[in-house]
């Protein structure tokens, strides 16, 4: 096994864990919040948002810098940053005595956050050619897995353990992810950018090639993001809507918000050998059209069953966009300065989460639900005709021999 191979082996590991433990306390961070204080439905509502939301808008805001000192100081040491930054924000949560200070320290672990990208650009620039889409892909999937394991494990420890003990739960995983990154993961030597261009924010992109290209996959990101996050205000409400009568409405609304991670789950690793054997830019091209083709299905799902079925096939998809994107973006641009490139990719993604729900909620009050996939639908097509558009313009040949 060549080192690059066993760093996939302990990233995916490291990616795995962080996923499980920072998403376990996912399912009942609302309840948490009443339990620290007094609060209407409305506040706790406001408050619930506050908290989910302060962590992606932090680390939106702090991903490009943290990306920065990735390419100048190595990558290894910002995934340890990471894992013990957010372990510690985790044990603070969980001692908090108010909602306010929940809030701060859910920010402190967006400020500590970067893992996963600083592993993807770690891998990104190790990887030899032709493998990078399989590698990502593969990375991508200990995050999918993560994440889908992590409410079920947050729920369960909470059912008979309570809910304060979760969060050192959360804080021993991260432990562990710590460890393994120290031990494990080995940084080769890298090329780096010259000094003068590492302190020039305009000699930065001033040596990227293709910068429409990469502002453009950059975007893609968030589209993809706001996407998948614009129905999560709606799901529950959703699958009311199409079977009233059922009893077992929350577990129904949590299988199908588990779907498309399942499916994506099993489908990245092909995504990635056709992203290196025909290259990532078609694998964007075809799953955005088949995403947009799905969001437009899901508008005339008239059962359950149907739904499950769409959120099932949007699945395919999601597995193919992110590592395709991320793939992509190493091939116009340079290891060098992956970190840096991640770490915006993250602030973008983060965006997403943030404007997704957004969209979702002020769409469905204004509109109806069904509308909530139709505009999200008509935002992907008009990503990938933009994309297609200035793909066209810059040849992905081209771009690889400028940032050689």
């Not at 996912?26 to 619930?48: A, V």
Request: aromatic content about 12%.
């Amino acid at each position: 096994m060549n080192a690059w191979q066993k760093n996939l082996v302990s990233l995916w590991l490291g990616c795995f864990i962080t996923g499980l433990g920072t998403s376990q306390l996912l399912p009942f961070l609302p309840l948490y919040i009443s339990q620290l204080g007094h609060y209407t439905t409305e506040q706790l509502t406001l408050w619930s948002g506050v908290a989910f939301s302060m962590t992606f808008l932090v680390s939106a805001v702090v991903s490009p810098l943290w990306g920065k000192i990735a390419d100048k100081r190595g990558r290894k040491l910002m995934l340890i940053r990471a894992t013990v930054g957010m372990a510690i924000a985790i044990v603070c949560q969980g001692l908090a005595q108010s909602v306010w200070q929940l809030c701060l320290f859910r920010g402190i672990m967006g400020l500590a956050s970067g893992y996963i990208p600083n592993a993807m650009a770690l891998i990104a620039s190790q990887a030899p050619k032709g493998r990078s889409g399989f590698a990502l892909s593969m990375l991508s999937t200990a995050q999918i897995s993560g994440f889908l394991c992590g409410p079920l494990l947050g729920g369960y420890l909470a059912d008979h353990i309570g809910l304060r003990p979760v969060f050192f739960v959360t804080t021993g995983l991260l432990v562990i992810s710590t460890f393994v990154t120290l031990f494990l993961v080995k940084e080769s030597p890298k090329d780096t950018l010259p000094k003068r261009v590492m302190t020039d924010p305009q000699g930065f992109w001033a040596k990227l090639p293709a910068k429409p290209l990469i502002l453009c996959l950059l975007c893609s990101t968030l589209v993809v993001q706001l996407c998948n996050g614009s129905v999560n205000p709606i799901l529950y409400l959703y699958v009311e809507h199409l079977a009233p009568t059922r009893d077992n409405l929350a577990f129904m609304s949590g299988f199908i918000a588990a779907l498309p991670g399942f499916s994506a789950l099993i489908t990245a690793p092909l995504w990635g050998r056709i992203s290196d054997k025909y290259g990532a830019q078609w694998v964007i091209i075809i799953a955005s059209l088949l995403f947009t083709l799905i969001l437009l299905a899901t508008t005339w799902v008239a059962t359950v069953w149907q739904f499950s079925f769409t959120r099932l096939l949007i699945g395919f998809a999601d597995g193919a966009m992110f590592p395709a994107i991320q793939s992509l973006i190493i091939a116009c641009s340079s290891t060098a300065v992956s970190g840096r490139l991640f770490g915006y990719n993250q602030s973008f993604m983060n965006l997403g989460n943030v404007l997704g729900p957004l969209l979702g909620a002020v769409t469905s009050s204004l509109f109806g639900m069904e509308w909530v996939f139709t505009f999200s639908a008509l935002i992907m097509l008009i990503n990938v005709l933009v994309f297609y558009r200035v793909l066209k313009q810059t040849p992905i040949q081209t771009a690889n021999e400028s940032s050689q």
